[in-house]
Nanobody, 124 residues
């Protein structure tokens, strides 16, 4: 069982930056693929970015060029650097992990482990 904890959310003005962190309890976290998703109230959980165990990544079109996913396996942590933030980026962000570490899967159903989420609010 992998426990994930997100942090780094908060309030930022449009055009600003935030860095989200996803810390894992599992030492073998480096073997997992990790994804970031976001979900607004009443809507489905949408893909944002994902990274494989080897560091390959993929992004949703809406965040390409603005967000960067990375990982520090020594710290059992995956990061989401968010820049040029827009009001429409406002929502709760979740990280998720899967043992299928070779694929940066945009499908939320591919992930077995989820954090509790962190709120990001971008003011206009």
């Amino acid at each position: 069982q992998v426990h994930l904890a997100e942090s780094g959310g908060g309030l930022v003005q449009a055009g600003g930056s935030l860095r989200l962190s996803c810390a894992a309890s599992e030492r073998a976290f480096s073997s997992y693929a990790v994804g970031w998703f976001r979900q607004a109230p009443g809507k489905e959980r949408d893909f944002v970015a994902a990274i494989t165990r080897s560091g390959s990544n993929t992004y949703a079109d809406s965040v390409k060029g603005r967000f960067t996913i990375s990982r520090d396996n020594a710290e059992n942590t995956v990061y989401l650097q968010m820049s040029s933030l827009k009001p429409e980026d406002t929502t709760v962000y979740y990280c998720a992990a899967t043992l299928y570490g070779m694929v940066a899967n945009p499908n939320r159903h591919a992930y077995s482990y989820w954090g509790q989420g962190t709120q990001v609010t971008v003011s206009s």
